[in-house]
């Protein structure tokens, strides 16, 4: 009697049983939402962060594409409402009902862009996107340079923008964006990509 079919049936069986997973610890297909994100009413520039957030777990994250287009896809939250930020920026839309595997198409997302009060060199960063390059200034005090790179963040020397201080900001293209209530213009042209800001 050949024993082989029945040998290779039954290892095959037990095979496929401890691969096998219960229903609920296997993961569940995200909820996508596709769009575009607009900052100042104008469409994020590319490379910009969107950020899905479940209080304060992030669900999901993608980076903008061209025109402000995104593909983001949010993870089951614990809680209900989930609420955005477009490269740091709070959005003003919310999520109120997630939807296992649904694909969500002209889910639009609005952040401003108005930067107050403490300003870090890495919000900046975060709502320049792939516009920010690095900045610098020079501490008065410590008599030394300060710089800060978002390819080397933790390097950085670069923190908190005090008021009323310049700074030196390499940038990779034209862009504008609000400090304490002032659109400050960078530009890059010509050959010179340095700006110098008064925060």
Avoid at 40 to 61: F, H, S, Y
Avoid at 130 to 147: I, N
Wanted: glycine residues 8%.
């Amino acid at each position: 009697m050949n024993l082989l079919p029945l040998v290779l049936t039954r290892l095959l069986a037990l095979f496929f049983t401890m691969g096998a997973a219960p229903v609920e610890a296997q993961l569940e297909p995200p909820h996508v939402l596709i769009g575009q994100a607009r900052s100042k009413g104008q469409p994020a520039n590319p490379g910009t962060l969107i950020e899905a957030w479940d209080k304060q777990a992030k669900v999901g994250e993608a980076t903008v594409v061209a025109d402000g287009m995104y593909v983001l896809k949010v993870s089951k939250p614990r809680g209900r409402t989930i609420t955005f930020t477009v490269g740091g920026i709070s959005a003003s839309e919310t999520l109120a009902t997630w939807s296992m595997g649904k694909i969500q198409r002209d889910f639009e997302l609005s952040a401003n862009d108005q930067l107050a009060g403490e300003v870090t060199a890495s919000r900046i960063a975060q709502v320049m996107g792939t516009a920010s390059v690095r900045a610098f200034a020079f501490d008065d005090a410590a008599k030394e340079g300060l710089f800060y790179d978002q390819r080397a963040a933790e390097y950085s020397t670069l923190t908190t923008l005090t008021p009323e201080r310049p700074y030196l900001f390499l940038v990779s293209r034209d862009y504008s964006i609000a400090l304490n209530g002032k659109i400050r213009e960078f530009t890059c042209g010509n050959g010179n990509c340095w700006n110098q800001v008064v925060r």
